[in-house]
């Protein structure tokens, strides 16, 4: 079978969305079929136009971005390579590149599907002007993605609900998987521990240094686990600016008990998550979490989960189940999770347990993306 994916970014740009559509490509690859990305230039211009990366074909063209990664415009559409697919892959609704390349496949005769993510998610944005104009944007962009696509799919039931309750629209629920090796690697804390000179519990973030992702909140509640004596510290790991939260961590005198990694592997990450009493994901609004991937990275790793309540996240974190949800912006709320769990270390092993019943392999969603596909081809 010959597969395109289309999604405006692209390896080597590192994000959740993008991490999820290589590793979906890379293992349909391996399963022998003929995966193509189409993609835009715009972040990777010092890559090739063309390229093979772990045996998928690489297509990057011109584009323009519009201040939003999501308003990335095509300026070309790889047409032969639509052409030459059996079925076109669009990750996200909301992204323009998205929607108009997933256009010109239909044009074109071709088969297509579309991940439908963060479905009306910008109502609780921190960001007033999002708030208030985004919602015509994404609705009309929705509407569009309906239209256009043969298969529809979600990565979260969150999005899926809405989808049926309110649109009519039934979409199937294919999640996205962890690597193998989250599941197979060696137990590597002490590794990690030895690495970074950590000589104490942790609880660990790791994700995007981005004020939708919550960061300043989890310092605020920082301030009240040092001040609660638990003898607890707090590893931030990620890409981005760490500068305007380490000045916050010097303001409320707990610098001294964060520390900032930066970017690592995903060897280091598994290690990390190993050391860590904790995952915490302190997000602030629907839109930033569709499915946030460190939940399911954390859970084949056996750790428990403090999360809050946007997006995606409660359809798959059950309170007192699997993990520990709290109200978005609420930095006592979470400083009171986190100490809950440093002090009942029988309750985070429990839910660490329940939550690795979860986890799926991206193996395991190769072939189920691959049965839906067969499906509407046939």
């Known amino acids: 079978m010959k597969i395109a994916h289309v999604h405006h970014y692209f390896y080597p740009i590192t994000g959740g969305l993008e991490r999820a559509v290589q590793s979906l490509a890379e293992e349909q690859a391996k399963m022998g079929h003929e995966v193509h990305v189409i993609t835009s ?16 074909y690489v297509h990057r063209v011109k584009a323009l971005r519009l201040h939003f990664p999501d308003l990335t415009y095509p300026l070309e559409y790889a047409e032969k390579v639509i052409r030459d697919a059996d079925i076109v892959h669009g990750h996200t609704q909301n992204s323009l590149f998205v929607v108009k390349l997933i256009g010109k496949a239909k044009e074109l005769g071709i088969k297509t599907a579309i991940y439908f993510m963060a479905v009306d998610a910008l109502y609780d944005h921190p960001n007033y002007f999002v708030r208030l104009l985004g919602p015509f944007y994404t609705n009309h962009m929705l509407k569009e993605a309906i239209e256009l696509s043969d298969i529809r799919l979600v990565r979260s039931l969150r999005d899926q609900v809405i989808l049926s309750k309110k649109y009519g629209v ?34 660990l973030y790791v994700g995007r240094l981005h004020p939708l992702k919550g960061i300043d909140v989890l310092i605020k509640a920082f301030h009240y686990v040092v001040e609660s004596s638990i003898d607890l510290k707090l590893v931030v790991i990620g890409p981005g600016d760490p500068k305007p939260y380490k000045e916050l961590t010097q303001r409320l005198g707990v610098d001294k008990d964060v520390l900032f990694t930066g970017f690592v592997d995903d060897e280091t990450k598994i290690d990390a998550i190993d050391g860590s009493l904790a995952v915490v994901v302190p997000s602030v ?29 409660p359809y798959r974190v059950k309170h007192m189940l699997n993990g520990l949800l709290v109200p978005p912006k609420d930095p006592k709320a979470l400083a009171e999770a986190i100490i809950m769990l440093a002090k009942n270390r029988e309750l985070a092993t ?3 347990v329940e939550g690795k019943k979860e986890v799926m392999t991206w193996s395991e969603v190769a072939e189920k993306m691959l049965e839906i596909y067969k499906r509407k081809l046939s």
């Open 350 to 352: 429990r839910l660490g």
């Open 170 to 203: 039934y979409a199937a629920f294919i999640p996205d998987g962890v690597p193998e090796r989250f599941i197979s690697h060696r137990y590597g804390g002490e590794e990690f521990r030895r690495r970074y000179n950590i000589n104490y519990d942790y609880v």
């Open 285 to 313: 609004c629907d839109y930033v979490e569709v499915y946030p991937m460190i939940i399911s990275e954390a859970w084949a790793r056996g750790k428990p989960v403090v999360a809050t309540r946007v997006g995606g996240i």
């Open 41 to 56: 230039r715009v972040g990777a211009e010092k890559r090739p136009k063309e390229e093979v990366v772990n045996e998928v």
